[in-house]
């Protein structure tokens, strides 16, 4: 049984902002733990997969990778890369039939390689999806923190996409913790908000696999996959996101690192702090906007660096204040200890501090949801 991308129905369960292309005949799933679910009874499952290396296409360091998981079970049965092209990928097999739930996560982060399905084989039948009590939703907007960039780094220190996985980065971690579904909305690099000064830019060392954004998050929340879209050269027509689609309890946001980094590279430019602080604060609005008076939205920070908590701190006090909103709180992780828990690669957190964090950020949640 072979089913294309357009005539998956609700044989086959999303998860994450996934995106449709119509004249590729492909759904793409490029954010980080985004992917598909099927259940079946057959022998064998294949699926054909497409890959893009198109964002910083460097010697293989931003080859998206992808984690096979079988019946609900924690690990991976399997990892794989997707380099570019479209090319046949066998998920499962065995010598009989057997039934099985399986699970396709992107394992790496949006902004470094794209990855989709165009068809899906089955040497047997799919079955209806299973259906499972609803657990607590968690969303997760952030930068390479987020993402777990390199968080499984090896002892070069250096990036590459094979070493990052998110599915131990803190969010993974709080989300297993507390038993719930999430959505992680992230990419390395990205400030929560462009330079009041037009005319304002930073000269990077260069690190080969490494650019700035060309925006904001802020330009990027509302749509389904805006990053996507602009990397295969669409300048306009972007997808808005469905919010119904996914109703979190919680929205956790961890953004302010990158823009730190432009404040100090501005000279400490008070201005430079001020838009931050003015512009986090409509970012709250807009969150709350999208996403309806439910769920509980956290403004948090860490943990390679706080420079702008404070402001952070104002900005979540005067909307409180303007609106009279209580379901909202700030919290600040733990710092980076190296000397016992490692780095990632070029200074991120580790493996190791990722679990501490996830275990930080569930213990305040708790109280919440």
Request: net charge negative.
């Amino acid at each position: 049984m072979e089913l294309r991308a357009d005539a998956f129905g609700e044989n086959i369960t999303f998860f994450g902002r996934t995106l449709f292309d119509r004249q590729e005949g492909i759904i793409h799933f490029n954010w980080t733990g985004s992917g598909f679910e099927i259940t079946f009874r057959g022998a064998k499952v294949e699926a054909a997969l497409a890959g893009s290396t198109d964002y910083y296409p460097t010697e293989g360091t931003n080859v998206p990778w992808l984690a096979v998981f079988l019946d609900g079970e924690r690990l991976p049965v399997q990892i794989t890369e997707v380099p570019d092209g479209v090319r046949s990928y066998i998920l499962f097999e065995s010598p009989a039939p057997e039934t099985h739930t399986l699970r396709v996560l992107k394992r790496s982060e949006n902004n470094k390689g794209r990855v989709g399905i165009r068809s899906l084989g089955v040497t047997g039948d799919i079955l209806p999806p299973k259906l499972s009590a609803r657990r607590p939703r968690l969303e997760f907007i952030g930068d390479s923190i987020t993402c777990g960039f390199g968080n499984e780094t090896d002892e070069t220190g250096m990036f590459k996409t094979a070493l990052e996985n998110g599915f131990k980065a803190y969010s993974a971690v709080a989300a297993e913790l507390l038993d719930a579904d999430y959505n992680s909305i992230c990419i390395s690099g990205i400030p929560l908000c462009n330079s009041y000064n037009e005319n304002f830019s930073i000269k990077l060392p260069d690190f080969s696999d490494f650019r700035p954004p060309r925006r904001a998050m802020e330009d990027y929340y509302a749509y389904t996959d805006r990053f996507g879209q602009e990397a295969s050269g669409l300048t306009s027509g972007f997808e808005e996101w469905d919010f119904n689609k996914f109703l979190p309890d919680a929205i956790i946001v961890n953004l302010g690192t990158n823009d730190a980094f432009r404040c100090k590279a501005s000279g400490n430019d008070p201005e430079e702090e001020r838009h931050f602080e003015r512009r986090y604060k409509e970012f709250i609005y807009l969150l709350r906007r999208l996403n309806g008076p439910g769920p509980v939205i956290g403004c948090t920070l860490g943990s390679m660096d706080y420079y702008l908590y404070d402001n952070i701190l104002r900005a979540a006090d005067a909307y409180r204040s303007e609106t009279g909103d209580t379901r909202i709180f700030c919290f600040k992780f733990g710092g980076m200890f190296i000397w016992e828990e490692g780095s990632g690669a070029l200074g991120h957190p580790s493996v190791k501090t990722h679990e501490r964090m996830g275990k930080e950020l569930a213990d305040v949640l708790k109280k919440w949801i």
